[in-house]
Nanobody
C-alpha cells in the first residue's frame, strides 16, 4: 500500500484544515487508517483512527471534539478534518494503514505503511 498525504499548511489559531491521505496499491487489504503527528522535539503521537470497513472512529483526548476522521472507501482516501486549531496542533502529520489487524489502533507499531507527512503550522 502506498500513501500520499496532502492538505497541510499555515493557518491561524481557531481556523480549520482538512488533510487527505490517498491510498494506492493493495487497498483492499486496508483494515484501519490512522493519523499521527510529530511536533518539533517531541515523539510522534496518535491523533485519530478509523476502521476502513465499519467506519468506527477513535481519537486522542487532545483532539476529540475538534478533529473528525472519515474516509471515502470507494476513492481509497481518508481525511482528517481539523477545526478550532490551536498552536499546540503544530506538527508534521502522518497517515498510516494497518493491513493485518494488529488491534492496537493507537500504537504506531500496528501500522505497516506510512505516508510522507504533511506540515501543519498553527499561528497564535
Amino acid at each position: 500500500v502506498q500513501l500520499q498525504a496532502s492538505g497541510g499548511g499555515l493557518v491561524q489559531a481557531g481556523g480549520s484544515l482538512r488533510l487527505s491521505c490517498a491510498a494506492s496499491g493493495r487497498t483492499s487489504s486496508i483494515i484501519t487508517m490512522g493519523w499521527f503527528r510529530q511536533a518539533p522535539g517531541k515523539e510522534r503521537e496518535f491523533v485519530a483512527a478509523i476502521t476502513w470497513s465499519g467506519g468506527y472512529t477513535y481519537y486522542a483526548v487532545s483532539v476529540k471534539g475538534r478533529f473528525t476522521i472519515f474516509r471515502d472507501a470507494a476513492k481509497n482516501t481518508g481525511h482528517l478534518q481539523m477545526d478550532a486549531l490551536k498552536a499546540e496542533d503544530t506538527a508534521v502529520y502522518y497517515c498510516a494503514t494497518d493491513t493485518t489487524l494488529h488491534g492496537e489502533l493507537m500504537a504506531q507499531s500496528s501500522y505497516e505503511y506510512w505516508g510522507q507527512g504533511t506540515q501543519v503550522t498553527v499561528s497564535s
